[in-house]
């Protein structure tokens, strides 16, 4: 992975400055940030699954809908499920999206706890830019493990270590240890 790869991965940018983290620039640009709410390239997670997994950050992918690291972790193996559907709102997801959805973030909690042995998690989707969602357009579900601690100071330590090779080895990892299929 390449600094100038990094405009094709996807994430939820969190209004924390990175300036320190070169591969950033590129968001800090604004060209990872859909410049509409149109589906297709200019949406990164319409854009990710199209990439292979290592470039596009993916850990697991399932019928309806996939699970890949967040570009922008608020903390160490931070993931998002999303459906492959292009749409917003938690009430426009068909029964399919919504159990499958609910089955691999439980399966992320699993593998998540087998791999890093997290403390706690959070769960959840903002819905709307008001509530904080950065690519509003398209639904996801954060994962976001948590260690005791944690917040006391991994937004000021922990952050700048979120470089692209950190995210590839900890897909690596992840995907090792999602059950099922060859990753
Ligand atoms: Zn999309």
């Excluded at 996807?10 to 709410?37: Q, S």
Aim: aromatic share 8%; net charge negative.
């Amino acid at each position: 992975m390449t600094v100038e790869d990094a405009g094709d991965l996807a994430g939820v940018p969190d209004g924390f400055g990175r300036l320190w983290v070169p591969h950033r620039m590129a968001y800090i640009g604004g060209e990872n940030k859909p410049a509409d709410a149109a589906a297709g390239h200019g949406c990164p997670f319409c854009r990710a699954p199209e990439l292979s997994d290592e470039d596009g950050l993916i850990v697991a992918r399932g019928r309806t809908s996939y699970v890949l690291l967040n570009l922008y972790p608020y903390n160490g193996g931070h993931l998002l499920v999303c459906p492959y559907r292009h749409v917003a709102d938690y009430t426009e997801l068909e029964q399919a999206e919504v159990v499958e959805i609910a089955d691999l973030t439980r399966t992320a909690m699993t593998v998540l706890r087998a791999v890093s042995g997290p403390d706690g998690f959070n769960l959840g989707m903002n819905q709307g830019a008001v509530a904080g969602a950065g690519i509003a357009a398209h639904l996801h579900q954060h994962v976001v493990p948590r260690w005791g601690g944690d917040a006391n100071f991994l937004p000021i330590v922990g952050r700048t270590r979120a470089l692209p090779e950190l995210l590839a080895d900890t897909r690596t990892r992840l995907a090792a240890a999602w059950p099922g299929e060859d990753h």
